[in-house]
């Protein structure tokens, strides 16, 4: 089994909450809902879209929001959205170095795919596991997955939420959370990672100490 690294996406190896939170205001925007703030948005993001909208817009028709984002956000994914400060550079060393690198995403597969590709990352990631059809983070089953489809020994589980810990934890990994992305240090204490970092600086060292093959 080949030791991998899970990686969350959305927030720990891709800036992208400003096209997310976008989209999800464009939505409810058209629809004629009101608008959640920052506030409001770092709460919802990680979780299904369903949950999402169901939250923002109580009452509301949520699979027709939730069909109405995923005809709009993959048109405007990667508007803004890029990968994190020294993100291509750890995973090419990571590759280098023997591990595999996998993506456990709340976000379907082929928009995870997609978005990875227009990031220029496809290229430094061995898998890309969409949450289709699997329990939601924490629940590990995302997470599993990924690593079975590398046929993976997990070492860490890399993410910006307390979904991600949550997750991480419950799949039997270490858990590293990174602040840069949507849940803040005192949020993410709370879940008792094993590492809170504000990079993925503190990983490199944890990890290219020494090479694995």
């Known amino acids: 089994m080949k030791p991998t690294v899970v990686f969350d996406l959305d927030g720990t190896l891709v800036d992208s909450l400003a096209d997310i939170k976008a989209s999800f205001r464009h939505v409810l925007r058209r629809a004629g809902y009101p608008e959640p703030d920052d506030w409001e948005m770092s709460r919802l993001i990680g979780r299904p879209l369903a949950e999402m909208f169901r939250e923002a817009a109580p009452g ?51 928009v995870a795919q997609k978005l990875i590709e227009a990031v220029g990352l496809a290229d430094l990631i061995d898998h890309v596991q969409g949450t289709d059809g699997l329990p939601p983070k924490p629940a590990p089953d995302v997470v599993l997955a990924a690593l079975a489809a590398v046929n993976g ?3 860490w589980m890399v993410g910006d939420t307390v979904h991600d810990v949550g997750a991480g934890r419950a799949a039997g990994l270490a858990t590293y959370a990174v602040t840069w992305g949507n849940h803040d240090a005192a949020t993410l204490a709370a879940a008792r990672p094993d590492r809170i970092e504000p990079d993925l600086a503190a990983l490199a060292e944890l990890l290219l100490a020494r090479a694995v093959i």
Not at 61 to 85: C, G, I, N, T
Request: overall charge positive.
């Open 153 to 155: 020994k997990g070492l």
């Open 60 to 110: 509301a028709d949520e699979a027709e929001l939730v069909a109405a984002f995923r005809d709009y956000y993959p048109k405007h994914l990667a508007d803004h959205s890029r990968p994190y400060p020294g993100v291509p550079e750890l995973l090419k060393r990571l590759g280098e170095a023997g591990y595999a690198r996998v993506v456990a995403t709340t976000k379907k597969t082929p």
